[in-house]
């Protein structure tokens, strides 16, 4: 099974600064078919998931360009350019190149 | 707007079964798999399984801890995706989550809001 390992799990950010969540798997997310297979989500308080990013770096439909993903291989990194207190919840990275595995996610609140 | 909704949570007794439903609207339901996810008190995402659409053969793949005891279905005509759960265990006291997803690979674009099961005597 793969494993997925988010640093840190907890996170306080100020309005307006940068924030970052490293998520590292136990194998290669990079498939034979020239995709990696890395996703983010988001669950604020008391809602369901929402899907931020799809295969490393591609926004979901509505995602504000603050969020970008980057990484490869078993590397990755979600990036919030300018927090907003819009933004606290907890963020999940998750891989489904075998079956699928969530992090143990990633609580950001607000300074 | 894609809309998933989830019913059929509520108590049940360990050892017996319970079966969810995720009423699907705002999108072709044919054309994408449908998942389930849930989340135990206080923890984070478990994945459960998906069911593929009938153009990749309706498949089904489960997560190692429930596969066997946890059967994914889906009825087209209905617009509904089924979870049913059987011998169950305290340990699955949790909110269910269905979502819609990717068709080869079950990735979770939309999610519903969730369904509490409490499995308790």
């Known amino acids: 099974d793969i494993v997925m390992t988010q640093t840190p799990l907890s996170l306080s950010v100020t309005p307006g600064q940068p924030a970052s969540i490293s998520c590292k798997s136990s194998?290669?997310?990079?498939?034979?078919?020239?995709?990696?297979?890395l996703y983010w989500y988001l669950q604020k308080p008391g809602q369901s998931p929402q899907l931020l990013i799809h295969?490393?770096?591609n926004r979901f439909s509505g995602v504000p360009d603050r969020f970008s993903g980057s990484g490869s291989g078993t590397d990755f990194t979600l990036k919030i350019s300018r927090v907003e207190a819009e933004d606290v919840g907890v963020y999940y990275c998750?891989?489904?190149?075998?079956?699928?595995?969530f992090g143990q996610g990633t609580k950001v609140e607000i300074k | 707007e894609v809309q998933l909704v989830e019913s059929g949570g509520g108590l049940g007794q360990p050892g017996r079964s319970l079966r969810l439903s995720c009423t699907a609207s705002g999108f072709t339901f044919g054309d994408y798999a449908m998942g389930w996810v849930r989340q135990a008190p206080g923890k984070g995402l478990e994945w459960l399984g998906f069911?593929?659409?009938?153009?990749?053969?309706?498949?089904?793949e489960y997560a190692a801890s429930v596969k066997g005891r946890f059967t994914i279905s889906r009825d087209d005509s209905k617009t509904i995706a089924y979870l049913q759960m059987n011998s169950l265990k305290t340990e699955d006291t949790a909110v269910y989550f269905c979502?819609?997803?990717?068709?080869?690979?079950?990735?979770?674009?939309?999610w519903g809001q969730g369904t509490l099961v409490t499995v308790s005597s």
């Open positions: 979502s819609r997803a990717g068709m080869v690979r079950g990735a979770p674009d939309y």
């Open positions: 069911i593929r659409n009938k153009a990749y053969g309706g498949t089904t």
């Open positions: 998750m891989q489904n190149i075998q079956l699928l595995t």
């Open positions: 194998q290669s997310l990079l498939h034979s078919d020239g995709k990696t297979y």
């Open positions: 295969e490393v770096s």
